[in-house]
């Protein structure tokens, strides 16, 4: 069965600190993509990852994957408010380019 | 504005009744994709096309929805009898399709929320 497995669900964040969030994969993929979506709202491309070992950076995230393990890993740096949202990974595992897999999606939440 | 637009953004009706949603994809697409998400999950595919062709459908899109692409531009869904359990955010997705090095990101719409009485 393809799954696309998220940890943690949910996240409490304190500000300013650095966290992790993973992204787990069932089969093999070398296409993963990472959304945000806000509460009531449709979602946004963050980042698209297309190799083992691909590294992507914008603002106070990295992505990376490696595809090897079937995971990829958002990294968070110094969190702030602003990046309270809900986080997806999605993976194309159709082998033809199409639909993508999406996990549950992990809940971000900042904290003063 | 040049995105993925969809209508209409809500639509409540009763079970029994037919509905019909629209998208708009990003005009240089040609792939465009139905993906379903319920609350506290991630969108689940339901059908793409490449222009006008229905590619692939997924089994969860049971006999009573039909989705349309006829000039391979904007596409409908419908969804006929209508259920309790059909509410849902519905998403309309569109891409390039295969751009080799450059992947296939989807860029999705603000979705029509149904909700079935």
């Known amino acids: 069965e393809l799954k696309v497995e998220q940890n943690p669900l949910f996240l409490s964040m304190q500000e300013g600190k650095n966290y992790t969030i993973y992204c787990n994969y069932s089969?093999?993929?070398?296409?993963l993509y990472w959304y945000r979506q806000d509460p009531g709202k449709s979602l946004e491309s963050l980042f698209v990852?297309?190799?083992?070992?691909a590294v992507k950076q914008e603002g106070r995230l990295m992505a990376s994957l490696d595809t090897k393990a079937r995971l990829s890993t958002l990294h968070i740096t110094a969190a702030v408010h602003d990046l309270s949202a809900t986080y997806f990974c999605?993976?194309?595992?159709?082998?033809?380019?199409?639909?993508?897999?999406f996990g549950k999606g992990i809940t971000l939440s900042v904290r003063p | 504005d040049t995105g993925v637009s969809q209508n209409p953004r809500h639509k409540i009706t009763k079970r029994g009744q037919n509905v019909t949603f629209r998208c708009d994809p990003i005009s240089e697409h040609n792939r465009l994709y139905w993906y379903r998400q319920t609350l506290g999950q991630g969108p689940e595919f339901l059908t793409y096309f490449q222009n006008e062709a229905q590619l692939e459908k997924s089994r969860l899109l049971s006999d009573r929805f039909s989705a349309e692409r006829p000039k391979g531009s904007f596409s409908t869904l419908e969804i006929q009898r209508t259920e309790q359990g059909d509410s849902a955010m519905y998403l309309c997705a569109s891409s390039f399709g295969d751009r080799g090095l450059i992947g296939n990101e989807q860029f999705f719409g603000p979705g029509t929320r149904l909700t079935v009485l």
């Open positions: 089969t093999t993929s070398d296409r």
């Open positions: 990852l297309l190799s083992n070992g």
């Open positions: 999605a993976v194309d595992m159709s082998g033809a380019n199409s639909k993508l897999t």
